[in-house]
């Protein structure tokens, strides 16, 4: 079984426990490409769906090739479910992040498109799952510091069981982690 989970978004991840247990991760494919609005001129980040497809594709078929479908690897694949990009003021109002939640948006259809197209089926999973069961409990004074001291964990926690990735590219362990949470859950084990 491979194991295929999409950290969402730009700047996320995408983990792979290949068919021999070996974990890989890589950068979400991306792109820039000149905004859409007419107001002013401005650059997006989205995700390049021809190198997302090249990407997955050794790993999904036995001959490493989109020819022979009947050579399909026995696949799980999951995304983690979008961040709805909203903060509070502290006095109870809420604030949305609308070019974040765009962005998000945009990047989870592309992946979707990706997936769709290469006959995969897929679940999402939510984060705080599999953060409870993949992660230590993290402790922090100050909220504010908890995203980072998030991403730290998970980079520390990756680099702990896959020691073969070179973790000099990444902020984090999220999409191998994912990954993980999605083979436990196949097989039934959810030891840490």
């Known amino acids: 079984m491979v194991y295929i989970a999409v950290d969402n ?18 950068p979400t494919p ?9 107001t002013k001129v401005k650059h997006i980040t989205r995700i390049d769906v021809g190198a997302f497809r ?7 078929y036995k001959s490493g090739s989109l020819y022979h479908t009947d050579n399909k690897l026995p696949i799980k694949v999951a995304i983690e479910r979008p ?10 109002k809420f604030r949305i ?3 974040a939640m765009m962005s998000g948006m945009r990047a989870l259809e592309a992946t979707l498109i990706v997936l769709e197209s290469l006959g995969l089926g897929y679940e999402f999973m939510d984060s705080k799952d599999w953060q409870k ?14 995203p980072a001291k998030l991403k730290q ?4 926690v990756g680099m702990r069981l896959y020691p073969n990735i070179d973790w000099s590219k990444f902020k984090d362990g999220d999409g ?17």
């Open 30 to 38: 991306v792109k820039t490409a000149l905004n859409y609005q007419k």
């Open 133 to 146: 069961k993949q992660l230590p409990y993290i402790s922090v004074t100050d909220k504010k510091d908890y």
């Open 153 to 156: 964990v998970s980079k520390e």
């Open 54 to 60: 090249a990407l997955l594709q050794p790993f999904i």
């Open 176 to 192: 191998i982690l994912i990954a993980r949470q999605l083979q436990q859950n196949n097989i039934g084990n959810n030891n840490v």
């Open 97 to 99: 992040n609308y070019d």
């Open 83 to 92: 961040y709805t990009s909203t903060s509070s003021d502290g006095k109870g």
């Open 9 to 26: 978004g730009v700047t996320g991840t995408v983990g792979i426990i290949d068919k021999q247990g070996v974990g890989h991760l890589f």
